[in-house]
């Protein structure tokens, strides 16, 4: 598994923008697919977003499509997530997920997870 540390939540007004940071470790990092989930108080985890190894897919749940964005950079071994127009519904705890069969990470079943990082935003 690969280690995995997120950075880059906070509070935010409604239509601001945040951008997440995860920072993982190996050199086996760019054969990992990457992805992000959430989960908001009461509220089962669920799927954000997620990139292949080479960064030339990525897929995105229907509530963030044309919002945010995830990006990689195999070089410095990070993974990103820009997030756009947010809104309060958007507030949770954000996590970081690697793995290396793309259909378990996207369903959440991928070995590796961050410890989170919450986002706040505002009405």
């Known amino acids: 598994q690969v280690q995995l540390v997120e950075s880059g939540g906070g509070l935010v007004q409604a239509g601001g923008s945040l951008r997440l940071s995860c920072a993982a470790s190996?050199?086996?990092?760019?054969?990992?697919?990457l992805g992000w989930f959430r989960q908001a108080p009461g509220k089962e985890r669920e799927f954000v977003a997620a990139?292949?190894?080479?960064?030339?897919?990525?897929d995105y749940a229907d509530s963030v499509k044309g919002r945010f964005t995830i990006s990689r950079d195999n070089a410095k071994n990070m993974v990103y997530l820009q997030m756009n127009s947010l809104k309060p519904e958007d507030t949770a705890v954000y996590y970081c997920?690697?793995?290396?069969?793309?259909?378990?990470?996207?369903?959440?079943?991928?070995?590796?997870w961050g410890q989170g990082t919450q986002v706040t935003v505002s009405s």
């Open positions: 990139i292949i190894w080479s960064g030339s897919s990525t």
């Open positions: 997920t690697a793995g290396q069969a793309y259909r378990a990470l996207v369903v959440g079943t991928a070995r590796s």
């Open positions: 190996g050199r086996a990092f760019s054969s990992y697919s």
